[in-house]
Every structure is written in structure tokens, then in C-alpha cells.
């Protein structure tokens, strides 16, 4: 005869004789100290990590100091650990000769990584305009994803249960316009070749939104066509551009006409590459670096010309 008695789960010895304080402790995050080789970069990272002069200082603290700010990851399935927030530390760690880091390890699914992730670059004095967008992209779709999951019952996808839509409450942690957030996330329909000269100020942020409205061949086309005539779109040949592409009628030819037209603008430009500034610089030098360089020394030799002047 079988026993109609229920089985009852007996709690362990360890559970029996620990205290609340011990429980509550072994769940409290820990700061690990992880080997770099274990630390592999966030899947679609889309923040640079150069190794520029703000690099080399920050790798001379870390040889002199440590990792003073833990860095933050979850395990990978396939092994290690995915970095979440900390990659500028990771690689000054390894420029450093360090062989390990400090780590705090946390289970996050995707959204909330990527948005820990997102956030903990957005606090940087300078992004580019390509980091911004795709960080602004990839955060937004995991509100969504939060916000689909949290209240199930809305009608309207990335709604949050205060009625507020994912774009205006992101608007609102980052102090930028919803229209300005859209303008950015809109940037990473561009091919990576006009992102770069973005990222470069080779070409303006106005011209490269109207830019991102064209075909990705047709992107790839424009980039023949600047090189041909050797000129970048104006604000209004962009908006050409674009007009002729939702027309169908944007080929090479017009590509071409409309960037070897004389820009106003150009008559009183003097342009200077990179390649030719760049040997006057040390090479850690960016971009802005130099150009901020080379302004402060056009101010010191203008005042030096009036002292002159005046004698």
C-alpha cells in the first residue's frame, strides 16, 4: 500500500545553522580579480577604444595606482567573461603590463547590459557623432524590449506603464531634444566610409543626416563622386542628393555634376589634410587636439603682429 504522505524537503545543515546576516552577505556583489585574457569586448561595442594620448594617461595611473573603478561584466556561455562597462580600462590594463583586473560580475540579460553599457560611456566629455548614434540606437531598442515586457497590455510597442514612450524618456536621461535623438539614430543607416568622415568633420552633421536617406549603393556611388571632384556636400547639395534618390533619378552623373559645382563657401577656405598636419604633431595627437593647437598658435602670432604694430 502506497503512503499518501507528501515529500517534504528538508533544508540542509548549511541553511539550518546560517544566519540571516551570512545569507544576505554570500548574495552581495564581489569584486573579482579576473585575468584580462578572460574580458572579451561587448557584442556591437560601439564606442572606440584608441590608444591616444588620454590612453597613455590613463594606462600610467593604472601602472602607477591599479584600477581604482571596478569594471562591470557577465559570464559568457562560450567561456569568460563579457565586458559590459570597462574597456578603456581593459585596454589601459594591458598597456599597462597588468595581468589581471578588477571586476564586478552580474547576471544581466541583453537589455540591461547593453544599457549599463550604454550609460557608462554616455558620461564621456567628447563622443563622436557615430558612437553617439549607435549608443543612442542600441539603448532605445532595449528600453523597448523592457518596456514590452514590463506591461504587456500596451497597445503601443516601448510604452512604460506612466504612459511615456521609450524615445521620451530617453530624451529626457540624456538632455537632448527627441527630434535631436532621432536625427543621431538616424546617422547609422550611413555606410562606415561617410561615418568616419563624419567622425572626422570631414563632412557637417546636417549634411551627413540628409546623406543617411540614401540607398546604401548610392552611398557608395557618392563616395566615387566626392573623390572624382575632390569636395564634400554642402547642406543643400545633400538635400539634392536626397530629393533625386526618393525621386529614382540619382546616378553617378548627377553625383558627380552636383559635387563639381563651386561652393561659395569654398572660395575663401584653405583646407589642409590631415596627412599634412600630421607631421608636425606628435602622433598621439587627434584631430581636435591639433586643431585647437594650431588656433591657440594663430592667437599668440595675431597678438605678437598688432604688439608689433603699435611700436
Given at each position: 500500500?502506497?503512503?499518501?504522505?507528501?515529500?517534504?524537503?528538508?533544508?540542509?545543515?548549511?541553511?539550518?545553522?546560517?544566519?540571516?546576516?551570512?545569507?544576505?552577505?554570500?548574495?552581495?556583489?564581489?569584486?573579482?580579480?579576473?585575468?584580462?585574457?578572460?574580458?572579451?569586448?561587448?557584442k556591437?561595442?560601439?564606442?572606440?577604444?584608441?590608444?591616444?594620448?588620454?590612453?597613455?594617461?590613463?594606462?600610467?595611473?593604472?601602472?602607477?595606482?591599479?584600477?581604482?573603478?571596478?569594471?562591470?561584466?557577465?559570464?559568457?556561455?562560450?567561456?569568460?567573461?563579457?565586458?559590459?562597462?570597462?574597456?578603456?580600462?581593459?585596454?589601459?590594463?594591458?598597456?599597462?603590463?597588468?595581468?589581471?583586473?578588477?571586476v564586478?560580475?552580474?547576471?544581466?540579460?541583453?537589455?540591461?547590459?547593453?544599457?549599463?553599457?550604454?550609460?557608462?560611456?554616455?558620461?564621456?566629455?567628447?563622443?563622436?557623432?557615430?558612437?553617439r548614434?549607435?549608443?543612442?540606437?542600441?539603448?532605445?531598442d532595449?528600453?523597448?524590449?523592457?518596456?514590452?515586457?514590463?506591461?504587456?497590455?500596451?497597445?503601443?510597442?516601448?510604452?512604460?506603464?506612466?504612459?511615456?514612450?521609450?524615445?521620451?524618456?530617453?530624451?529626457?536621461?540624456?538632455?537632448?531634444?527627441?527630434n535631436?535623438?532621432?536625427?543621431?539614430?538616424?546617422?547609422?543607416?550611413?555606410?562606415?566610409?561617410?561615418?568616419?568622415?563624419?567622425?572626422?568633420?570631414?563632412?557637417?552633421?546636417?549634411?551627413?543626416?540628409?546623406?543617411s536617406?540614401?540607398?546604401k549603393?548610392e552611398?557608395?556611388?557618392?563616395?566615387?563622386?566626392?573623390?572624382?571632384?575632390?569636395?564634400?556636400?554642402?547642406?543643400?547639395?545633400?538635400?539634392?542628393?536626397?530629393?533625386?534618390?526618393?525621386?529614382?533619378?540619382?546616378?553617378?552623373?548627377?553625383?558627380?555634376a552636383?559635387?563639381?559645382?563651386?561652393?561659395?563657401?569654398?572660395?575663401?577656405?584653405?583646407?589642409?589634410?590631415?596627412?599634412?598636419?600630421?607631421?608636425?604633431?606628435?602622433?598621439?595627437?587627434?584631430?581636435?587636439?591639433?586643431?585647437?593647437t594650431?588656433?591657440?598658435?594663430?592667437?599668440?602670432?595675431?597678438?605678437?603682429?598688432?604688439?608689433?604694430?603699435?611700436?
Amino acid at each position: 500500500m502506497k503512503s499518501s504522505a507528501k515529500k517534504v524537503e528538508l533544508a540542509s545543515v548549511d541553511d539550518l545553522f546560517s544566519t540571516e546576516e551570512s545569507r544576505a552577505d554570500a548574495q552581495r556583489e564581489r569584486v573579482l580579480e579576473i585575468p584580462l585574457s578572460e574580458l572579451h569586448p561587448f557584442k556591437n561595442h560601439p564606442f572606440k577604444v584608441k590608444d591616444d594620448e588620454s590612453m597613455m594617461e590613463t594606462a600610467d595611473s593604472i601602472r602607477q595606482y591599479g584600477v581604482l573603478v571596478p569594471a562591470i561584466a557577465r559570464p559568457d556561455p562560450d567561456g569568460g567573461y563579457e565586458l559590459v562597462a570597462g574597456h578603456r580600462r581593459h585596454r589601459a590594463s594591458e598597456l599597462a603590463d597588468k595581468e589581471t583586473m578588477p571586476v564586478i560580475v552580474r547576471d544581466l540579460d541583453d537589455d540591461a547590459a547593453t544599457i549599463i553599457m550604454v550609460d557608462s560611456n554616455l558620461q564621456r566629455e567628447s563622443l563622436l557623432p557615430s558612437e553617439r548614434a549607435f549608443a543612442y540606437k542600441m539603448k532605445l531598442d532595449a528600453m523597448k524590449h523592457q518596456g514590452e515586457r514590463r506591461d504587456l497590455t500596451c497597445a503601443q510597442v516601448g510604452h512604460k506603464s506612466d504612459g511615456k514612450k521609450s524615445r521620451d524618456i530617453l530624451a529626457e536621461q540624456v538632455g537632448q531634444s527627441k527630434n535631436q535623438i532621432q536625427r543621431f539614430i538616424r546617422l547609422t543607416e550611413l555606410i562606415p566610409e561617410l561615418l568616419d568622415m563624419l567622425d572626422e568633420r570631414k563632412i557637417a552633421l546636417n549634411p551627413a543626416y540628409e546623406l543617411s536617406f540614401l540607398k546604401k549603393e548610392e552611398q557608395t556611388q557618392l563616395l566615387d563622386a566626392m573623390d572624382s571632384e575632390q569636395a564634400t556636400p554642402s547642406l543643400s547639395q545633400a538635400q539634392r542628393l536626397k530629393k533625386f534618390s526618393q525621386e529614382g533619378h540619382l546616378s553617378i552623373d548627377v553625383m558627380r555634376a552636383i559635387m563639381g559645382e563651386e561652393k561659395k563657401s569654398d572660395l575663401d577656405k584653405v583646407t589642409f589634410t590631415s596627412d599634412t598636419l600630421r607631421k608636425y604633431f606628435p602622433k598621439s595627437y587627434t584631430p581636435q587636439r591639433m586643431q585647437e593647437t594650431i588656433i591657440k598658435l594663430l592667437e599668440q602670432w595675431q597678438k605678437k603682429r598688432q604688439r608689433d604694430q603699435e611700436r
